[in-house]
């Protein structure tokens, strides 16, 4: 795993954005797999900028959104869908036929997540993932304890995933399961670019990167990924005793 630890938030936002443009200059056809949340905001904006002011190319790519609050339809500003949606799709002028995302109000929810598990085969798997990673050390909704080998599924999620995602809506929200990609998709992805701002990450961090990797804490399977690539802020990076290049 390779650590690489920004000034502030905008410097960090820029290199996970050029992370991304530089993907998409290497394979046209990238499957790229977006986690929704604070962290990736301005990364998104940045990369939507870019794009923009450099002509790239993105049509032939694939986007998956990488999981979503079951029951928040995607006209709530607090959904990944709508997220994703407004910050990057939208504005890097996607067309629906390449973007990939969970329906939350989905009726069968087996079948969602089969759905889902297809497209990345059908897709030859994720390219690069772009992951945060909760205050539970959750990647997407695979909350603690999650099965290493899950694909996609609903989960249950924790105390914590509940109390913090609040802050995502406008009014109060019930929301006590997620849909999500798997561990084992996430981990399959060839690279896995996961990204912490703020010193409230500063023991997410510490844990996933200097405690033993167990899937009790899902982001300590970043140190067993084959390619990835941990960025975060100063702050994020703050509590970690050691600087793994
Ligand atoms: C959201 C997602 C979550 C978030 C995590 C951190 O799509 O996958 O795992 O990445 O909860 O959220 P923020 O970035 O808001 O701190």
Redesign the pocket.
Known sequence: MELKVFEDYPELSVAVATVIIECIRDNPHAVIC????????LAYQVVADMARKENINMQQCSFI????WLGIPPDNAGS?HY?LQQLLFIPIGARPSQVYLFDAMTANEEEECEKMNNVIVAKGGIDLMI?????NG????NEPGTDIRSLAHVAVLDDT?RT??Q??FRDKVVISKGI?VGLKQVMEAKTLLMM?NGQK?ATVIRKAVEESISADFPASLIQQHPHAILMTDKEAASALATRIK
């Open positions: 977006f986690a929704s949340g604070d962290t990736p905001r959104g990488l999981d979503e990944c997220f992951a945060g990673v909760g205050m959750h990647i997407g909704f995933t913090v995602g802050k995502y999500t912490a990450k």
